[in-house]
């Protein structure tokens, strides 16, 4: 037999640049052990990375291939059907499958190999003079001893220092040597102590005579029945050394979980009877399961109608057919409350994954999952990778959370759309739950893709709010009212006496949205972004909401030094002003991105306010998404039109949700809840609607506006972004990309043109929107070859390493 014919090769996938696929040897000692999905040390360049192996090669093109140095994990940390899976969501979001596998993994587990550059002792001089830039590294390398290629290029203030550095190895100047970076997690272990067998009492009682304290350890240990964390003990380690090396311990290591949910007791749930409604939606649900057929159920309930407790019936039927389960949940919504709900039914089956845990936690959480060790993932959107085999079902609550989309870096995913293609690759069934279900999923529920099911009451019979739209247009335009309208004050007077808990949102942050020149009309803008700077009162600053700049708030207008600063644009700032102003006694919690930076203190807020600590809850959007507070009777709604004129065909769905999510967290437990919506146009369906409650109404006003524009669930949209820090440059790639695409094709071209945004963090924005009729090309193939196609063309004929071109299929905005 030909010798050549035993060997074997990979192909490699690295989830950081390059990207790119490359082929590897396999060399004998790894050939039993190597599985597709495991995770390699390799060759790279002149470095050393981390990739997956994705795929066996028979015959590379290639001959002479370098070989797989080690393999990292005892297991692969990909399974095939997530290798099947990241491979799809690739092609679909036209991204690369690296990327794809990066944003799979926990993150912090990649390596990397670093430079590191030495001085060298006694250097001899240089034989040829050296440039200006080759001098200032030479010295920064001697001043230091040693440095990161990394920290070299920090503190040059550029990238291009290669060349110099190369020169200078070559005059042996200077030592470079590649190191493999530590991961930044890994499993954290802990030591135990244990008595080693055979050693009787008397052995104790002789042993306490030349070593008393070796004794007491042994007895400590015997007394514990043998095995004692070392943390425990008490004692110095050369103790325990000396123990060990007569042979009557064992020192061994074992890892430690955490689990930062685990604090969280867990409360058995009282027992619930279902609603008919919840048992009709939960049999049709169980027929599927039975089948272990691909099916999607849209199970579109009110707000408090139960759709967790279907979930979770859900759960325990495919627990009991030895099966596992996945459940997203907004980010935002994943709060302990959550989190209790279901690790009190199913306790420690249940893994939690949160980018709010530190990396370490959620390494711990991913490997128990992957290990098999639960049977429950619960997370938000990047959990929809979760490492579970023998999937049974998965849950998407609140499918309709824009969160679910991830906006950058690539892969753009949609996780709800993600769960569905993993739900066919495992033949199982999904269920998307929601309030005001996306326009996409209930129209594919009324073409019967998906399976509808309703639940159109609120559990214990509470009735639905009473909800009041009032014309802020028509009253005075003092200050005061225009914050707080008369009924609205009134209102919260009358909660406040009853002792009742109110809920105010204002989907704005800061004091002032803007700061306006009472004499020339000024208005501050960021410097770097195209978006006026908000207003913060605690510190007296103007901030950008976009890029982080800020400055102290000036005194008088940088433009014509008149001192008349107008305060404009009403955020959540300004409300607990007025609150506190009219209400001095009343209690405000104040939850906005300012006051939920701290790790912990988004929980904090929720859970003090669903124990009735606070009177009024005031906040951006985060009040208004899926907490469960018994005690609030009242929700304002401080002015609706915030985001409905954003030139973005989801604007006025947006408005609908967040306004019908809100008014669901009045009224819960036996009394009747009242929303108080103000706004400046009463007469937008999107107000009307969201007014009555009527998602129906809603939903078919708002797909005939879609219809006629072409836009989804109609037709398919992917946009191409262009970014850079000169304007002339971004317009011209967008314009050259736009060139590539064939003028036959099939979609239509909106743009080139500047984004709504044309600014953020110095960077010039253009876009170029692809959008295409849903019959011409159901599946979107046709569309994304010719996407594909067009950026191949647009990267081999020009030359824009100054530009950043991203690809977002179905797009969460148009900004
Ligand atoms: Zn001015
Ligand atoms: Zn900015």
Redesign the pocket.
Known sequence: MNPSDRKKWVDVIFPHPPLQRFTYEVPDRFHQELRLGHRVLVPLGNRKVTGFVVDFVSRPEIENLREIEDIVDAYPLLTPELLKLTRWVAEYYISTWGEVIRAALPPGIHQKSNLIIRSIENAPLPQEPLSESSKTILSIIQNKGKISLRGLEKQMGTRRIRFELAKLEKMDLVQVEHVLEAPRVHAQLEKWVSLCEGLDPEDIHEISKRAPKQAEVLAILTKHGGAVRRSNLGVDFPVLRRLEENGWIEIWEEEVSREPYQEYAVEPPKPVTLTEEQTKALSHIDGALKKEKFRVFLLHGVTASGKTQVYIESIRQILDRGKTALVLIPEISLTPQAVQRYRGTFGDEVAVLHSRMSPGERYDSWRKIREGKCCIALGPRSAVFAPLENLGLIVVDEEQESSYKQMDPAPRYHARDVAVLRGKLNDCAVILGSATPSLESYFNSLEEKYTLCELTHRVDRIPMSKVTLVNQGETKTNDESRILSPLLREKIEERLKKGEQIILLQNRRGYATFLR??????IEECPHCDITLTYHQKDHRLRCHYCGFQKPAPEA??????ATLLYRGVGTQRVEAEIQKLFPKAQLLRMDQDTTRRKGAHDRIVLEFEKGKGDVLLGTQMVAKGHDFPHVTLVGIISADTGLYFPDFRSAERTFQLLTQAAGRAGRRHIRGEVIIQTLSPANPALQFAAEQDYLGFYRWEIEQRKELGYPPWGKIVAIRFKGARRERVAKAAHLFAEQVPPDNLSELLGPASSPLSRIKRMYRYQIIFRQKRDLDPSGKKLRGEIRSALTRFHEKTHFPDVRVGVDVDPADMM
Do not use: I, Q, V
Request: net charge positive.
């Open positions: 020149c009472g004499a020339c009309g000024n207008c940088p433009s014509c030094r008149g």
